[in-house]
């Protein structure tokens, strides 16, 4: 369960946003680019920081304005794919997916290790791709080893931004299911971000921005599940 | 007075065919010296540009307060100061009467300048701004996005910084670091000022060169630059291939 509600000031309105997903549901938040979505995954993630309110996942608090708590993304257990994937570029798909066991607070064994990786490779279809650098792989095959190496360090919460929106149209209807199929597998909440009105579909909830002009900038949070936009001053 | 004019010291070079081996090594050593006191005095202060280099760089490229862009100025100013100003600026901080010079005379008892500590010093200052300049663009053009995706696996930001960073930004780190060692081999005018031309103690090569020219032996400044030539010239060459190899997976073409 991943519940979130927090303001965010950004250079043209102030962001305020407040819902909550459970493990079998995926949030997609819509709306156009420049209305802040990217900019509520990066609060969830601990890339930025808001200014007020409460993040939780599994019960575990991620930010507290008023406890003054705001754990570091590395100790968040937040999966995260970015928009271009972001897959590190001197390392082979086998080493990005490794990366998090790696580097996380993991006490694993080596063949506990190996076995996850080659079961993520089998679930993905990637298991010949492993020694191929970023760079020679297409946009499909760099997503799925983005959702491996993201799913390899057991996320709480696993968030998307715009993840089909470096596909052509045939293999964005084939990943939209394989994001469903993958979700139903893993059973943690999902949040996903597109600006594309076909994905909304994916969504078991759905939060759509919205510009909301004649509120002030003190009005009180709306307490429904959707985020508003309101103009500084 | 017999004796005396049997030492070694007294009759080198003069009399080449009474000369044991042992003198003949140490001629050996004399020819050699300022090559291996160059080689040691360039690697250390390429060593200290690089690490201090580096360590501002990342600071500065992602920290912004009062007064960087005056501080990243210094930075850059041996860059384009003539050797010799930096050879009396250099004097004026560690030099007898200068701050340094003095603390150094207070805690060890001996003094900076004229040591070949004071020459790594003064090829490290004339060296730092190349590392500087080239560590800032290459940490800079990093793609944000990959160090993000590391924190996010669990990575915190030394990790980050020696699993990421520094590998994406190594091209332009080696660049800076080969113009670095360059600078810091050929370094003369400061290096002259602050550490003189003691044979054995503080001659490097430049100077090595530099005297024996002067001095109308034209064959000791033949070979010692032949020397620096294959020395600099294997060096860069192996350099650019080996961050070549490293740097393929940059350019690999996308099969798509």
């Not at chain 1, 407040?18 to 900019?39: C, D, H, M, Q, R």
């Not at chain 1, 409460?54 to 406890?67: E, R, Y």
């Not at chain 1, 993905?124 to 095959?141: D, M, N, V």
């Not at chain 2, 024996?212 to 033949?222: I, N, Q, R, S």
Request: one cysteine or more.
């Amino acid at each position: 369960m991943l519940q979130a509600f927090f303001q965010k000031k950004l250079p043209e309105f102030t962001l305020k946003a407040e819902f909550s997903v459970a493990e079998n549901e995926i949030l997609v938040l819509a709306g156009p680019s420049g209305s802040g979505k990217t900019t509520i995954l990066e609060c969830l993630a601990g890339l930025q920081k808001p200014e007020a309110g409460k993040i939780k996942a599994n019960g575990k608090v991620l930010f507290s304005a008023v406890k003054k708590i705001n754990l570091p993304p590395w100790q968040r257990q937040i999966g995260y794919i970015f928009q271009d994937y972001a897959l590190f570029q001197h390392l082979t798909a086998k080493e990005n997916i490794l990366y998090g066991l790696k580097h996380g607070a993991n006490n694993q064994k080596k063949a506990e290790k190996k076995a996850k990786l080659m079961k993520l490779l089998a679930l993905f279809e990637i298991t010949h791709l492993q020694e191929s650098y970023p760079a020679q792989l297409s946009g499909g095959e760099r997503q799925r080893v983005a959702l491996a190496r993201a799913l390899v360090t057991e996320p709480a919460v696993l968030l998307l931004d715009e993840p089909l929106a470096a596909l052509d149209r045939k293999l964005r209807v084939k990943l939209r299911e394989e994001i469903k199929k993958i979700h139903a597998l893993w059973q943690i909440p999902f949040v996903l971000v597109t600006h594309y009105r076909c994905e909304i579909e994916l969504g078991d909830k759905v939060i759509t921005a919205r510009k909301d002009r004649g509120v002030k900038f003190n009005a009180p949070i709306r307490l429904t599940e959707e985020i508003c936009f309101t103009e500084n001053g | 007075m017999k004796d005396m004019a049997l030492k070694p010291s007294a009759c080198k070079g003069v009399k080449f065919n009474t000369l044991t081996r042992p003198e003949l090594h140490e001629m050996e050593n004399d020819f050699l010296a300022p090559l291996f006191l160059s080689l040691r005095v360039a690697v250390l202060a390429t060593a200290l540009a690089f690490i201090f280099g580096i360590v501002l760089a990342w600071l500065f490229s992602r920290k912004s307060f009062w007064g960087k862009e005056i501080i990243e100025t210094i930075f850059t100013i041996p860059l384009v100061l003539p050797p010799t100003v930096i050879g009396f600026g250099l004097l004026l901080i560690i030099g007898k009467h200068g701050p340094l010079g003095k603390l150094s005379e207070i805690f060890f008892q001996r003094q900076i300048i004229f040591t070949w500590g004071a020459a790594v010093i003064a090829a490290a200052v004339v060296a730092f701004p190349l590392v500087y300049q080239n560590a800032k663009a290459a940490l800079e053009s990093v793609d944000a996005n990959q160090e993000r995706a590391a924190r996010t696996l669990g990575a915190k930001e030394t990790e980050v910084f020696f699993t990421v960073t520094f590998p994406l930004a190594w091209p332009g780190l080696a660049a800076g670091l080969i113009l670095a060692f360059a600078r810091a081999l050929g370094e003369f005018g400061a290096t002259l000022m602050v550490a003189g031309n003691i044979p054995g103690k503080t001659q490097t090569i430049p100077m090595a060169i530099y005297f024996a020219v002067e001095a109308g032996d034209h064959k000791t400044a033949l070979f010692l630059t032949l020397i620096v030539f294959i020395f600099s010239f294997s060096l860069i060459l192996g350099l650019n291939q080996w961050s070549k190899r490293k740097v393929k997976y940059f350019t690999a073409k996308g099969r798509n």
